[in-house]
């Protein structure tokens, strides 16, 4: 299948700081991707949608302003967590996928905000 | 809103012995289902769909049922091995434009050697 990666695996940073987390598909056009978020023992929960050149779609209850997506080419999109906060402590998810076909999940980026 | 959700938080099985985890869903729209294991620490990993227009799929060792009569669906493994040990969820990807896939609450699957 094809393959999507996430950068960084895991990261730890003060509260009040940003992080990046970077979403790439290797090999493939992502024309969509999505982001997750997932506290411990509960399910995934889309944030947002981007698609290749345009503003994201946001979920219901996530805010724009914090959580800044950015998807500037076909095999790149950003996750950036603005000042970050304790209760931003999740595991974050992308997905990727050209089209209709399936989506492929990057391995996830564990942050946790001190 | 439209939800899909498990009813098992957890199942236990021996090891060799066939898995089932069921799944309910309340979009009578959807059309098109996924179910995903997650191993810990680790992205959902894809292991069989199906659509709405089919009631049954198989994979290898993996059966998926679909009853859209009762809006329900299932996850059978055959001949449950310890490296099947993971959290499982079934999804609904939604129709539009986009294929927003909405994951249900998700079944641990424990497997006793």
């Known amino acids: 299948g094809a393959v999507v990666s996430q950068h960084p695996s895991w990261v730890i940073c003060k509260s009040g700081t940003s992080v990046k987390i970077e979403c790439r598909s290797l090999d493939f056009q992502a024309t969509t991707m999505f982001w997750y978020r997932q506290f411990p023992k509960q399910s995934l929960m889309l944030m947002a949608t981007s698609n290749e050149g345009s503003k994201a779609t946001y979920e219901q209850g996530v805010e724009k302003d914090k959580f800044l997506i950015n998807h500037a080419s076909l095999t790149l999109s950003t996750l950036t967590v603005t000042s970050a906060h304790p209760e931003d402590s999740s595991f974050y998810i992308c997905?990727?996928?050209?089209?209709?076909?399936?989506?492929?999940f990057g391995q996830g980026t564990r942050l946790t905000v001190v | 809103g439209e939800s899909v959700g498990l009813h098992l938080p957890t199942l236990s099985v021996q090891e060799g012995d066939n898995s089932i985890i069921n799944c309910a869903y309340s979009?009578?729209?959807?059309?098109?289902f996924i179910w995903y294991k997650q191993e810990s620490g680790k992205g959902p990993q894809f292991i069989i769909d199906?659509?709405?227009?089919?009631d049954k799929r198989q994979g290898q060792r993996v059966t998926v049922l679909l009853n859209k009569t009762v809006k329900h669906l299932s996850l059978q493994i055959a001949a449950t091995q310890p490296g099947d040990s993971a959290v499982y969820f079934c999804a609904e990807n939604g129709s539009g434009g986009y294929q927003k896939v909405t994951f249900g609450i998700g079944t641990k699957l424990q497997v006793i050697p």
């Open positions: 199906i659509r709405s227009n089919m």
């Open positions: 997905s990727a996928q050209y089209g209709n076909t399936e989506a492929f």
């Open positions: 979009n009578s729209a959807s059309d098109y």
